[in-house]
């Protein structure tokens, strides 16, 4: 039996603008909700435009409902249809976990944005009756995702006039970069990555930070406007040996001024680099508040090593300001995304009832949601005021207890388990006290004076958007 599933939200911007907004390049990443886990394994373009959305292009996806566990796997396969030019686009179900499947995207002239899904369970009537419920709940909560996403996109970059510009990112593969690139696409820009792969696409410009090569003649020949750099080593990804804190300075720091060095040599600079740093930087300061204008800390060898990486990456960029370009240096606090980075680590834990603070649960965190960190960044780039350190973090920081309660209460699980610090630092080693046992109470002073609107500023709103509780 086929059943019917409709979803209307009212937009504030011109039908056109929804329209181009989907029709760009990663609109499809950014309708993917963080919670589920989704490989676009393969894009087969359409005869007729190069758009995700004309009529015939098609796209094969990895769904993994289990996620974080790699099984089981669905493929899904749909192929668009039903393309009028500035008002509709269907996708139907080729192969995937439905017995059918087409779902209509309507732009109506008011601004109304209309998603119909018409479907089919497999087994079929049996599965009514199973699975009725279940499938129309995990689609109302995907469908309130999606509009919201598409809503706060569009009135943020509404936010910015003027024309589409060239930007540089490197780190595109990493958790900001992918949702980054995503997010400038469909914001008009045309976005260029700097990669270690050397089978390049058009849009792609060949580096190797580790051997100090670039491609010059293909950045110059780009005429890129702003660079976001991202690139660096994961530096939570492996335990704190004396070669893995080199590997993470030398990454960030050699990089950078590579980097920088380029572009300040290109004939035609960009205008602005946006350089990633951290509120590591800070070092561990207890419940001091602290602004842009504050100095760098210390503290343990974990906290002095952060701080003096940070201030080493920093300064990198000088052969950029020196050039006449501008430089931020975005320090980033603590990014929440269920796909990657502390949230995901905790996720687990918490989700199985054995969740809870860590050390005594004082220390403060500045945490800011991931879709802030890409409106904050686009804001960084276009915003000619603002220079030097930009806090990327949200306007209320939490302590541990704090964010362990409100997580708990987001996933409805108790939070009785905690991580004393010794078991912490056994665990960890020394990352345990740069990452999780520090404090740092840190403000978006240079962000919220600049005229940036945050769409979460509080923890619960953006936990309940991150995990569509």
Wanted: some cysteine.
């Amino acid at each position: 039996m086929k059943h019917r599933l409709s979803f209307k939200t009212q937009l504030t911007v011109s039908p056109k603008a929804i329209w181009s907004w989907h029709a760009a390049p990663g609109a499809f990443e950014r309708l993917c909700p963080y919670w589920e886990s989704v490989v676009v394994r393969k894009r087969i373009a359409s005869p007729h435009s190069l758009s995700d959305i004309a009529e015939g292009a098609t796209v094969e996806l990895d769904l993994y409902p289990l996620a974080p566990l790699s099984f089981p796997k669905l493929e899904w396969t749909i192929r668009h249809h039903g393309y009028i030019e500035g008002s509709k686009f269907e996708d139907q179900q080729l192969k995937g976990p439905f017995s059918y499947w087409n779902h209509q995207h309507i732009i109506h002239s008011d601004g109304t944005l209309e998603d119909t899904i018409d479907y089919e369970l497999p087994f079929s009537p049996l599965s009514d009756i199973l699975a009725k419920t279940f499938t129309e709940a995990k689609l109302r909560r995907l469908f309130k995702y999606r509009h919201r996403v598409t809503a706060s996109d569009l009135q943020t970059q509404s936010n910015y006039k003027g024309k589409p510009m060239k930007i540089l990112i490197t780190g595109a593969t990493g958790l900001v970069g992918k949702q980054l690139s995503a997010y400038l696409s469909t914001a008009g820009h045309s976005v260029y990555k700097l990669v270690r792969q050397k089978n390049l696409s058009a849009s792609e410009i060949y580096w190797n930070p580790d051997t100090s090569e670039i491609d010059t003649a293909a950045l110059e020949a780009a005429q890129i406007d702003a660079v976001i750099h991202l690139a660096g080593e994961n530096i939570a990804a492996k335990r704190w040996t004396t070669k893995q804190k080199s590997l993470i300075a030398a990454s960030r720091v050699n990089g950078t001024r590579l980097l920088a060095t380029t572009l300040a040599n290109l004939k035609t600079k960009p205008k602005t680099l946006v350089s990633a740093s951290a509120i590591g930087f800070y070092g561990d300061r207890a419940d001091e508040l602290l602004s842009e204008n504050s100095t760098a800390g210390g503290g343990n060898a974990a906290c002095k090593f952060l701080a003096e990486t940070c201030a080493a990456w920093e300064a990198a960029t000088k052969a950029a300001s020196d050039a006449g370009i501008r430089v931020v240096h975005a320090r980033f606090g603590v990014i929440l995304d269920p796909r990657g980075g502390a949230l995901s680590k905790l996720l687990l834990p918490f989700q199985i009832g054995a969740g809870g603070i860590i050390g005594n649960g004082r220390q403060y965190m500045s945490w800011i949601a991931i879709d802030d960190v890409l409106g904050a960044l686009y804001h960084c780039a276009i915003t000619e005021s603002l220079s030097g350190a930009v806090n990327i973090v949200a306007p209320n920081a939490v302590t541990n207890l704090e964010f362990t309660r409100v997580l708990g209460r987001v996933l409805h699980r108790p939070t009785i388990a905690p991580l004393p610090a010794f078991a912490a630092r056994i665990i960890l080693g020394e990352m345990a006290d740069g990452l999780l046992l520090s404090s740092a109470h840190v403000s978006p002073n240079a962000l919220s004076s600049s005229g940036y609107k945050f769409q979460y500023s509080e923890l619960e709103p953006a936990l309940r958007h991150l995990l569509g509780s």
